[in-house]
């Protein structure tokens, strides 16, 4: 049996793998960093993913079929107009999903922030409607209520990398993998030079570190908060949009399965900076993707289920463990001091 569950684990396929199911927790555990550093916990990351995921493929579709104006396979200037219709259909509901999760992201302002509502029974609310939500949608859409396959939507590109491709056992890590696993590698260094070279990240973490201080400076702090919760949309629908269009091509009920609790997770396992943030994602997508290759085997379906979640809580201890660590070091040094 172990010998079994090496040869699955240690080859490229399952690497490749990793990488495929990292991507959405890694939009999502982004977009948790963005708030966390303005000093809000967005736990409604888990709506926006699956509310970006509805509508990226409804949009998607809806944009496809509104081009093929009712054309079928056979007849004649099908093949050159289904091109369009998928490249337009994509790119429709790759713009919509992010946008509806943004809008999310500032719903969720103007209820803690602006409102004073509890942000966190918010967040909680949020969850809760967009999983009814999300399935009352698909059926005014399609009719159905568990998946969308009456409904063409349309797929992210796959990108095969020139010369890497070539490469044994790298290319087939590395490459030919969608278009979304290589743009959530990129927004790692586009997040840390955000929050950590820009004028508004410097906002943000000033407002995140001491809201007082900022304000006593001039910083409108809940304007900077309203453009974080922004930011942390537009990365939870980047996710979503990866689940429904990238890591599968299609919307199934509740898909998101608790992913933007296990980024959560990893954005507080990566002390909410980006490369932190993108390390603790990539084990938490080990573990995913371990769930799905032990499925070969003949493990209890509810063990491997278990192992993603279970994962998330060994991480959130190690996160808990370091935390209190550090305020006792912290403390220490200031009873030294005095």
């Not at 107009?81 to 999310?104: D, E, M, P, Y």
């Not at 999983?131 to 159905?144: Q, S």
């Not at 091509?249 to 396992?269: C, D, K, V, Y």
């Not at 603790?280 to 032990?294: H, I, K, R, T």
Request: proline residues 3%; charged residues 10%.
């Amino acid at each position: 049996m172990l010998k079994q569950i090496a040869a699955l684990l240690f080859n490229t396929s399952f690497l490749y793998s990793v990488l495929r199911v990292t991507a959405p927790i890694l939009f999502a555990a982004l977009g948790g960093v963005m708030a966390k550093r303005a000093g809000i916990l967005n736990i409604a990351l888990e709506s926006m993913m699956l509310t970006s995921a509805l509508t990226g493929v409804v949009v998607s579709a809806k944009v496809k079929l509104a081009i093929l104006g009712g054309l079928r396979r056979v007849d004649p200037g099908y093949s050159e107009v289904i091109g369009k219709a998928n490249a337009w259909g994509t790119i429709a509901g790759f713009l919509a999903g992010v946008l509806v999760a943004t809008l999310l992201g500032l719903f969720l302002g103007l209820m803690g922030i602006q409102l004073q509502a509890n942000i966190y029974l918010t967040g909680l609310a949020m969850n809760t409607m967009a999983t009814g939500g999300t399935v009352f949608v698909l059926y005014l859409a399609a009719g159905e209520k568990g998946i969308s396959s009456s409904l063409p939507s349309t797929v992210m590109p796959r990108i095969d990398i020139p010369l890497i491709k070539d490469i044994p056992i790298i290319g087939e890590i590395f490459s030919g993998h969608s278009i979304m696993v290589y743009l959530a590698a990129l927004c790692v260094p586009i997040v840390y030079v955000l929050i950590m070279r820009t004028t508004m990240g410097l906002r943000i973490r000033a407002v995140g570190e001491n809201p007082d201080a900022a304000e006593s400076v001039g910083v409108n702090v809940k304007k900077v908060q309203f453009q974080a919760l922004a930011l942390s949309g537009f990365f939870a629908g980047l996710g979503g949009i990866t689940m429904s269009m990238a890591y599968l091509a299609f919307f199934s009920r509740g898909m998101t399965a608790g992913r933007g609790f296990i980024a959560m997770s990893a954005m507080n396992l990566g002390n909410a900076t980006p490369v932190g943030t993108a390390l603790a994602a990539l084990l938490f997508g080990m573990f995913d993707a371990m769930g799905n290759v032990l499925q070969s085997l003949s493990f209890p379906s509810q063990f491997i289920q278990m192992i993603p979640y279970a994962a998330t809580l060994v991480g959130l201890v190690v996160f808990a463990v370091q935390t209190e660590r550090r305020l006792k070091k912290i403390k220490m040094e200031q009873e030294r001091d005095s």
